[in-house]
């Protein structure tokens, strides 16, 4: 079975293991996903069957949004509610203005230090493997996008509360925007609940969990077409497919020059992610076919 699977992940199993799941539904080892969710958190789940699991790298850097509970006030050694608390303060003084005002200073492009907890690989390791060693590493800062920060339900108090909804580039973590926010403010802060509401086109109100999938398997699979829908696409006959998948650039009039396109057939079958290379020239750059 090859293409692309929206789940709603539950709080409790790790990424992993809800991949496990997926394996055992479908009888294929073939199976991965594009973008980890921590254990503590929920919502939308890109999972990859078969030849699809060469669409991760696409799929994973789409643009992402998110809703998270935000608490003031404290800090800890995981940036949320599941780790050891390293620092309490008085976060009473901080108004819903001031939260906004400091969320604002987010909203950009800006510069990240993954957190421990993070599936960023340091010398060939995960870095949650060796936080959960006891050790921490020299993390380098990375380039994100921040669009938006909306701050609602803010519930004032010694450790004050709010929901934000973050829409963001892929590789942002929330978790450290939460901590980087109270620090802003000067009282610390974690990320006590996250939910991932959207992935590129994948958004949560369509997502379906492991025991629905469970019961109609291939009902709920998304053709690898469809899953890159946010692709340009270009449509090509017989022998100029046949030219794609021998990795031969072939001409794709309308094409605009740099853009990487969906290259398909005329049945609608993703054959392959091309580059176009100069105005109405496409060069495959991944096939899928054949």
């Known amino acids: ?31 991965g996903h594009a973008g980890t969710l921590d254990p503590m958190a929920t919502g939308v789940l890109v999972v990859c069957l078969g030849q699809a699991t060469r669409l991760v790298e696409y799929l994973s850097s ?11 006030g404290v800090a800890t050694d995981t940036q949320d509610s599941t780790g ?67 701050v609602f339900d803010f519930r004032p108090g010694w450790h004050a ?14 978790r450290t925007l939460c901590a980087d926010i109270g620090g802003a403010l000067g009282c610390g802060g974690i990320m006590t609940a996250l939910t991932r509401t ?9 997502a379906v969990t492991v025991e629905q999938l469970a019961q109609a398997p291939q009902s709920y699979v998304i053709p690898m077409a469809d899953a890159l829908a946010d692709m340009p696409a270009v449509v090509l006959d017989g022998d100029a497919v046949r030219r794609v998948m021998h990795g031969m650039d072939v001409r794709a009039e309308g094409a605009r020059a740099g853009a990487m396109v969906r290259v398909l057939s005329d049945q609608g ?11 109405g020239v496409v060069k495959p750059r991944k096939v899928l076919a054949g």
């Open 198 to 206: 959207r992935v590129g086109k994948f958004a949560l109100d369509d």
């Open 62 to 72: 789409y643009d992402k949004e998110y809703r998270a509970n935000l608490c003031l």
């Open 161 to 174: 509360e709010a929901e934000i909804v973050v829409r963001c580039s892929g590789g942002t973590y929330i």
């Open 269 to 279: 079958l993703l054959v392959a992610v091309g580059v176009v290379v100069e105005p």
């Open 84 to 150: 050891q608390v390293v620092s309490e303060s008085d976060a009473s003084h901080v108004t819903l203005d001031a939260l906004k005002e400091a969320a604002k200073a987010f909203v950009g492009d800006i510069r990240q230090v993954p957190p421990m907890v993070s599936a960023v690989k340091h010398n060939g390791r995960r870095l949650y493997e060796l936080a959960r060693e006891g050790k921490t590493v020299e993390r380098a800062a990375r380039n994100v996008s921040v669009y938006s920060i909306d």
């Open 1 to 31: 079975m090859d293409g692309v699977l929206n789940i709603n992940k539950t709080a409790g199993p790790t990424s992993h293991d809800v991949i496990n799941r997926v394996r055992r539904i479908f009888g294929q080892r073939r199976v």
